[in-house]
């Protein structure tokens, strides 16, 4: 499940449109006086934040204007610093994952071991050249990201807040891919608990909570609504996390846009696979799990054990589970109700697509 | 030349000191609440950051104080920023350099590569983990450069100014990669010109231009003294960064502490190649350089032919022309007389080293 598609009210993604536009020309001019190459980078990395649906400024600009903001402008730096983030994590997950493709098209580390073997380096060489420009590239975003929001007038007290909203989403996607690499050390599958931790500090946390928390902070909404979104997008990003990993194994293939045994044959800890490796079942399927090697055919049998156990339903209920709760929080007298119907569909959009 | 060898009057570390320990405290009891293995490799990263003699938070300070600064806790966070951004860039450039070792310990990637390997992995897949975690890591000290910066007290004009000379030293820095990842993939040598450049992009910016410039717009300094002390960086810079390389190639092994053919063997671009490679005697050398198993004898070779041809005595005089011009700005009147006592014997230490 992309979480593009997502809806969120669609309000001031034009002003996010145009901070971003302005820094990466602002970018590419500056780059262009280092050299070519450098600006190259720069418009490869532009590519990788355009055409994105802008799931995170969405939630940004939604908070801030359902809590009283009129600023467009300004909150649109806000929008636009999540957006870079994204594009820093999703840079240099790729590198941690070794993937070159993302969405069917070259991302920076496959664009630039296309380069290096054009060269004329080995495959091994020009895979690494493909990584370095990718830590580099994603360094800028992440940079980047703190500069847009530096930028942002508010306040003191307000910019602290903000900077201090950003840190906390690098801090827990650095914690999540860490903890992605840690349990990839050990074959057991993880318990529940570490999986919907591992959700909530990959997700939930510079997807949902940060936007909506920045977005009511720079709005100058009081605390405890900014807490209330807290919860909401903790609960919303692992009622997704969830869902996701589910459509990642049973998804139409057209649809995710991506294979769905690939999470098997990488072993990717999930819902799914911590509970059925608790069952007897688990022991027809374990060895299987996470060989690279995995034919289409022995995918349909996992899956099929997957179903019997009650693995499948059991994930289900549990995304379905987290949605009501993130449902619950809106419910609370603080949030305004266009708020609430702004997110009840975030929420809905999660469940309906595993149900 | 290490870097931290050069002099700067030391006043106020123990400030920055301060601020680092804080951080990292606040770090590790955030991160131990993730789990162990995420307080590790915050400590992991605490150690990276330890036992550098802060080469640029002496800048910072020293700037800020002889232009009149008197808040030393303050000033320390700025100091402190530079320093997180100095282990950031080392932390990247070790993965990009596919370094597992930094001053004979393992860094980031040769620690988490260990564990990998003991965990059973296979040693492609350990390498592949190390500079995962490395990734990881440089990433969190990225972030809370600008986190740092973030907390220092300073009216909103000086606030954006320091944030944007962060700003400039991160994107000159991954400029100065990039250009060496891109001047890799060609086996030519590059001009003078583009030495010089790549000298002041990987070297100046981050570690001279930079630290002093935040220490005197801190200290509320006049654009003029803060526009001289960049043109002193910037050229102390250069002439460091020639300096490094030939002691690379012609330091003593014991005093730099690397091997003096490691820069022949990985074809570094200098400026001793840069002239060599414009003049009859590169002919008998080029096949020489930048191949991995290059002998001692070999190398003893390319250094005699370095002195023959002369490249040796140009790069020194370079050097040594480029402390000069960093001298001549000191010179100005609107630099402090306290502030050139202070700041010649930076440039004083370069030169000495290779004459």
Same mark, same amino acid.
């Given at each position: 499940?992309?979480?593009?598609?997502?809806?969120? @009210?669609?309000?001031?993604?034009?002003?996010?449109?145009?901070?971003?536009?302005?820094?990466?020309?602002?970018?590419?001019?500056?780059?262009?006086?280092?050299?070519?190459?450098?600006?190259?980078?720069?418009?490869?990395?532009?590519?990788?934040?355009?055409?994105?649906?802008?799931?995170?400024?969405?939630?940004?600009?939604?908070?801030?204007?359902?809590?009283?903001?009129?600023?467009?402008? $300004?909150?649109?730096?806000?929008?636009?610093?999540?957006?870079?983030?994204?594009?820093?994590?999703?840079?240099?997950? *790729?590198? &941690? *994952?070794?993937?070159?493709?993302?969405?069917?098209?070259?991302?920076?580390?496959?664009?630039?071991?296309?380069?290096?073997?054009?060269? #004329?380096?080995?495959?091994?060489?020009?895979?690494?050249?493909?990584?370095?420009?990718?830590?580099?590239?994603?360094?800028?975003?992440?940079?980047?990201?703190?500069?847009?929001?530096?930028?942002? !007038?508010?306040?003191?007290?307000?910019?602290?807040?903000?900077?201090?909203?950003?840190?906390?989403?690098?801090?827990?996607?650095?914690?999540?891919?860490?903890?992605?690499?840690?349990?990839?050390?050990?074959?057991?599958?993880?318990?529940?608990?570490?999986? =919907?931790?591992?959700?909530?500090?990959?997700?939930?946390?510079?997807?949902? @909570?940060?936007?909506?928390?920045?977005?009511? =902070?720079?709005?100058?909404?009081?605390?405890?609504?900014?807490?209330?979104?807290?919860?909401?997008?903790?609960?919303?990003?692992?009622?997704?996390?969830?869902?996701?990993?589910?459509?990642?194994?049973?998804?139409?293939?057209? +649809?995710?846009?991506?294979? $769905?045994?690939?999470?098997?044959? !990488? #072993?990717?800890?999930?819902?799914?696979?911590?509970?059925?490796?608790?069952?007897?079942?688990?022991? /027809?399927? /374990?060895?299987? &799990?996470?060989?690279?090697?995995?034919?289409?055919?022995?995918?349909?049998?996992?899956?099929?054990?997957?179903?019997?156990?009650?693995?499948?339903?059991? /994930?289900?209920?549990?995304?379905?589970?987290?949605?009501?709760?993130?449902?619950?929080?809106?419910?609370? *007298?603080?949030?305004?109700?266009?708020? +609430?119907?702004?997110?009840?569909?975030?929420? /809905?959009?999660?469940? *309906?697509? =595993?149900?």
């Amino acid at each position: 499940m992309d979480m593009d598609t997502l809806l969120v @009210e669609p309000v001031g993604l034009e002003q996010v449109e145009g901070a971003l536009d302005r820094l990466f020309d602002e970018s590419k001019i500056r780059a262009a006086k280092v050299g070519p190459g450098y600006r190259g980078l720069w418009e490869t990395l532009e590519r990788c934040t355009a055409g994105g649906k802008r799931f995170r400024p969405r939630l940004v600009m939604s908070a801030y204007q359902m809590l009283g903001g009129r600023d467009l402008d $300004n909150a649109a730096g806000v929008g636009a610093a999540f957006e870079l983030l994204h594009t820093a994590l999703i840079v240099h997950d *790729d590198v &941690i *994952d070794r993937d070159f493709v993302r969405r069917g098209i070259p991302n920076v580390s496959g664009r630039y071991r296309s380069i290096a073997e054009s060269a #004329g380096m080995s495959p091994e060489a020009a895979r690494h050249v493909g990584f370095s420009a990718g830590v580099i590239a994603g360094d800028l975003a992440l940079s980047n990201a703190y500069r847009l929001l530096e930028r942002v !007038e508010a306040p003191a007290a307000v910019r602290r807040r903000l900077g201090e909203i950003l840190d906390e989403a690098v801090f827990a996607s650095a914690a999540g891919e860490f903890l992605d690499i840690e349990t990839s050390l050990d074959r057991s599958m993880p318990p529940l608990e570490d999986i =919907v931790q591992m959700a909530r500090l990959k997700t939930s946390v510079y997807s949902f @909570e940060g936007p909506l928390q920045a977005g009511a =902070v720079l709005a100058g909404a009081e605390e405890e609504v900014v807490d209330r979104l807290g919860d909401f997008g903790r609960d919303a990003g692992i009622a997704y996390q969830i869902a996701d990993d589910l459509l990642g194994v049973f998804g139409n293939e057209t +649809r995710t846009g991506k294979t $769905n045994w690939g999470d098997l044959r !990488e #072993g990717k800890r999930t819902a799914l696979l911590s509970y059925v490796s608790s069952r007897p079942e688990w022991e /027809s399927i /374990s060895a299987l &799990i996470g060989t690279p090697g995995m034919s289409a055919a022995e995918a349909d049998y996992v899956r099929r054990v997957l179903v019997e156990s009650g693995a499948k339903d059991y /994930s289900a209920d549990l995304a379905a589970e987290y949605a009501s709760r993130a449902r619950t929080h809106l419910e609370s *007298d603080v949030v305004p109700s266009a708020l +609430r119907s702004a997110l009840e569909p975030v929420v /809905s959009a999660v469940v *309906d697509r =595993v149900h």
